[in-house]
Nanobody, 121 residues
């Protein structure tokens, strides 16, 4: 089995910072892309940032220059440093990991349980 454990969410004032973590554990042979998504009430889930195995990153326009995604391959862990937070960043943040459990297995997507980020004005 594979588990994704997220941490780091919370309540912060506008302009503040938070750092999210997502640790993958269990039967993992290889991890490809890791990403953060968010879903605000009444809205669809959207991609916030993603990072490939080689370090290539992709960001939503709304967070460019404020958020930084990174990963520690040795620990199967991904991070999202969020600076200059705004009330519109308020959402449940989910991590997503594309991985293989075995060398000949197919790539599969796994989701974390979500962590709430609330930014007050």
């Amino acid at each position: 089995q594979v588990q994704l454990v997220e941490s780091g969410g919370g309540l912060v004032q506008a302009g503040g910072s938070l750092r999210l973590s997502c640790a993958a554990s269990g039967s993992i042979f290889s991890i490809n892309t890791m990403g953060w998504y968010r879903q605000a009430p009444g809205k669809q889930r959207e991609l916030v940032a993603a990072i490939g195995n080689g370090g290539y990153t992709n960001y939503a326009d709304s967070v460019k220059g404020r958020f930084t995604i990174s990963r520690d391959n040795a620990k199967n862990t991904m991070y999202l440093q969020m600076n200059s937070l705004r009330p519109e960043d308020t959402a449940v943040y989910y991590c997503n990991v594309r991985l293989k459990k075995l060398v000949l297995a197919s790539w599969e997507n796994y989701w974390g349980q979500g962590t709430q980020v609330t930014v007050s004005s």
